[in-house]
């Protein structure tokens, strides 16, 4: 029979890890990330944010003076619908932007990158 994506399981020969090697066995494990070695999702905080969502991101943390300001110090990393996330470090923030350019570039990050 056939495979088919209303079936529950595995088409017969679905490709596991032992049997595609160790490279793309590893590849698969990382958290994160896909088969090709990038994900289009990246992690913001503690959410897993669409890469495609992401509009700007700031260069300088948050200051509005206000008393009761949560975001004091972090960096806003602004989404689609007036929506924000924030990075809690400038470390955070580095690996946001390095995830987009990948992404945009269409290239894998380097592994002592991410």
Not at 23 to 29: D, K, M, N, P, Y
Not at 37 to 48: A, H, N, P, Q, R
Not at 70 to 87: A, F, I, K, P, T
Not at 92 to 107: C, F, G, I, T
Request: with cysteine; charged share 25%.
């Amino acid at each position: 029979m056939a495979w088919s994506p209303y079936r529950r399981g595995r088409p017969s020969g679905w490709a596991l890890p032992e049997r595609i090697g160790a490279a793309s066995a590893e590849r698969l494990r990382r958290p994160g990330l896909g088969v090709a070695g990038m994900s289009v999702f990246c992690l913001i905080d503690d959410k897993y944010v669409p890469l495609y969502r992401i509009l700007w991101v700031s260069a300088l943390p948050h200051f509005c003076g206000s008393p009761d300001c949560q975001q004091e110090g972090n960096y806003e990393v602004r989404l689609e619908d007036g929506e924000s996330v924030w990075c809690t470090s400038p470390e955070e923030r580095d690996a946001v932007l390095r995830a987009l350019e990948a992404w945009a570039s269409h290239r894998p990050p380097d592994p002592e990158e991410s």
